[in-house]
């Protein structure tokens, strides 16, 4: 067209480079002023811009008409616009020697933008009058995406649904990193535990060394956390140990396994004679499929005693998988499912597989969002467990009174329960009382520790849990931190202990206590013979508080080792007073003062530095750590 010869007049032919323009001296009648007229002037240069402009603005104005006609209202104007910067943008690529697409060419771009924009208008790609369609496909016939090789591509839509390309090839290992593996292999192969945790190796290094495993009769534990192990190293693990006879714990933790690498690992252990104990495949975003694969391979394998599912993305569907090979399997001992989906259905049905079941002793379920109903299911079921637990562990789950009077009840049979952790949840002063009360009657009860923290036990719940400490002469560690029992509710637990129970361990941080609390305690801590570690952080009992327990440890304190009074509000008068006791009973079992986050000046600093001093000085074989948060004294 005549367009286009004036546009590739002076230019290279298409596919052509363009030849290199001379460079031009300065006449010096020009820099006079005088202008030069000729072949090479500025006046003809002028012209030539102008005669480019008016080629391009008619091709811009031939592509506005011919993608206008026959558009709706109020389209026209969108889609002359659009097909106004495809027509530049292709015929700024002719300008250049560029086709409108492929590897082969196919036509100039500004051909190739009116081409599709029309085809899209009219119908084609299945966009019928569709302005933005048009616009669409003139763009990227425009800028070259119009098709593949061959001729000149459509620039339809349907590339859009293209195949995604296939993954990049894995990257080789390079000589270096080689090396470096090549002495983590030495170190499985001479160690009977190596811990390979947080190491970066990748999939490829997982897979590299996995074969130090294999024929390997010295390693008998392995920990490869947080080595971004996926499928082709799971693959070659199992490749390793298929000759291998001394491998008993196998920690997997903090990878990316997912559902196809935990089917790999786990179609193996199936049938696999490893003898492979403990399993750990927790934080790996193993879902339900994975769960199914996992299933599937503790109905057949009978030698691992303890699984680690923690932190995955197991849902109720999963869970009730497991829950089946449960019913079918007395091998393990030990199941951790916290933090993943098991809700009330896969709780239920977990309760009602372990009617059946005789080998699980440890069961840990805690962030599930199983809630009362989830839970009332898992405690009848339970109360028919032909096994017996010995560790149970449903903190957060928002259980609330219902599943706190049926756990009171499944207490009442539990033959061998020692831990008990209900921590964060919702049981209030009315699902205490019923826990409480099922657990200090129990005879010849087994239970050492108990974490009933954050459940919103009031002082109306406290004299039950002081009950239970007087009653349990097993009950060793307490935790119930962070329920508002305030002052009478510490009275209460102060007339526990005063005189009896077992605690060794009492935790009540932050259960608002104030000063008032502070003394009851510290007015029984002067007769308890049992109680070494008391956690009374967050409690804002102040200087009194403070020098309420200064008091106490100017008594001899033979039992009394860890004392934590971090976050009250005590100031230079409360650390004096503490420093004071330090120094006057110096036969004292305190080791660890906790002090930190209070209000204390330098002056309490070095006062409580001095004590310090004094009792280490008098006591050789002695060291008192004071924690001032900041700095340990």
């Known amino acids: 067209s005549s ?42 240069k002028k012209k030539k811009k102008k005669k480019k402009k008016k080629a391009e603005d008619g091709q811009v104005k031939a592509a506005v008409e011919q993608q206008s006609g026959g558009v709706p209202a109020g389209a026209g104007l969108a889609l002359a616009g659009a097909a106004a910067v495809a027509a530049y943008f292709g015929f700024t690529k002719m300008r250049k020697g560029g086709g409108g697409g492929g590897d082969s060419g196919g036509g100039s771009g500004a051909e ?23 616009a669409e496909a003139s ?15 459509s620039g339809d839509s349907a590339d859009l649904d293209a195949p995604p390309a296939p993954p990049p090839p894995p990257k080789k290992l390079t000589r270096a990193q080689k090396s470096q593996l090549n002495g983590v292999m030495s170190e499985i192969r001479s160690q009977e535990a190596v811990s390979l945790a947080g190491r970066g190796m990748g999939d490829e290094g997982c ?21 971004g192990m996926a499928e082709k190293g799971a693959a070659q693990l199992t490749v390793a140990l298929e000759g291998n006879e001394k491998l008993e714990e196998l ?39 994975g769960a199914a694969a996992i299933a599937e391979m503790l109905r057949r394998n009978t030698r691992i005693t303890s699984l680690d599912l923690s932190n995955n993305m197991i849902d109720y569907e999963g869970t009730v998988d497991i829950a089946k090979a449960l019913a079918e399997n007395s091998a393990l001992s030990e199941l951790k499912m916290s933090g993943n989906y098991v809700g009330s259905v896969g709780a239920s049905a977990l309760g009602e597989a372990l009617k059946g079941n005789e080998g699980l002793s440890q069961l840990n379920l805690s962030g599930n969002d199983i809630g009362d109903e989830g839970v009332v299911q898992l405690a009848r079921g339970l109360q028919e467990h032909k096994g017996a637990l010995t560790s149970l562990d449903l903190g957060n789950n928002g259980i609330g009174v219902a599943a706190g009077k049926e756990l009171g009840a499944y207490a009442a049979k539990a033959k061998k329960l020692q831990k008990l952790n209900l921590y964060m949840n919702e049981l209030g002063d009315e699902g205490c009382y019923p826990l409480c009360d099922a657990l200090a009657k129990k005879k010849k009860s087994k239970l050492e520790s108990l974490d009933i923290g954050g459940n919103n036990i009031g002082p109306g719940g406290a004299p039950a849990i002081a009950n239970l400490i007087k009653e349990c002469e097993t009950l060793t560690n307490l935790e119930m931190g962070y329920n508002p029992v305030g002052p009478k509710g510490a009275e209460a637990i102060a007339g526990a ?8 361990t009492l935790r009540m941080g932050w259960c608002k206590l104030d000063k008032d609390g502070a003394g009851h305690l510290a007015d029984a801590m002067r007769y308890n013979e049992s109680i070494s570690v008391l956690d009374v952080r967050g409690n804002v009992i102040a200087d009194e508080g ?44 305190l080791v660890e003062l906790g002090m930190a986050n209070n209000y204390i000046s330098k002056f309490g600093s070095v006062a409580l530095l001095e004590a310090k001093d004094i009792v280490e000085e008098i006591n050789p074989d002695r060291t008192l750590n004071i924690n001032m948060g900041a700095e340990m004294v």
Request: charged fraction near 25%; hydrophobic fraction near 40%.
């Open 497 to 504: 202990i005063k005189y009896g129970g077992a605690l060794d």
């Open 3 to 44: 367009a286009s010869a004036a546009a590739t007049e002076g230019a290279a032919a298409p596919g052509e480079e363009a030849p290199k323009k001379k460079k031009k001296k300065k006449n010096k009648a020009a820099v006079a002023g005088q202008e030069v007229q000729g072949e090479e002037g500025k006046p003809k």
């Open 139 to 153: 763009l990227r016939a425009a800028l070259g995406e119009g098709g593949g090789g061959g001729g000149g591509g």
């Open 251 to 289: 920690v997997l933790s903090g990878n990316s396994l997912g559902d196809e690498g935990a089917k790999v690992l786990c179609e193996f252990l199936a049938s696999s004679a490893v003898p492979i104990e403990i399993l750990n495949l927790s934080s790996n975003g193993i879902g339900d499929e």
């Open 207 to 227: 897979a590299y060394v996995a074969d130090a495993l294999a024929l390997n009769d010295v390693c008998a534990a392995v920990d490869f956390t947080s080595n």
């Open 112 to 134: 190739v933008a009116a081409a599709t924009a029309q085809r899209a208008q009219s119908g084609g790609g299945g966009a019928v009058n569709d302005p933005l369609a048009a």
């Open 546 to 589: 403070c020098a309420a327990f200064a008091r106490s440890l100017r008594i001899v304190c033979e039992k009394m080792r860890e004392l934590d009074m971090g976050y009250n509000e005590i100031k230079d008068k409360g650390a004096y007073a503490m420093a004071e006791a330090l120094k006057q009973n110096t036969d004292a079992a």
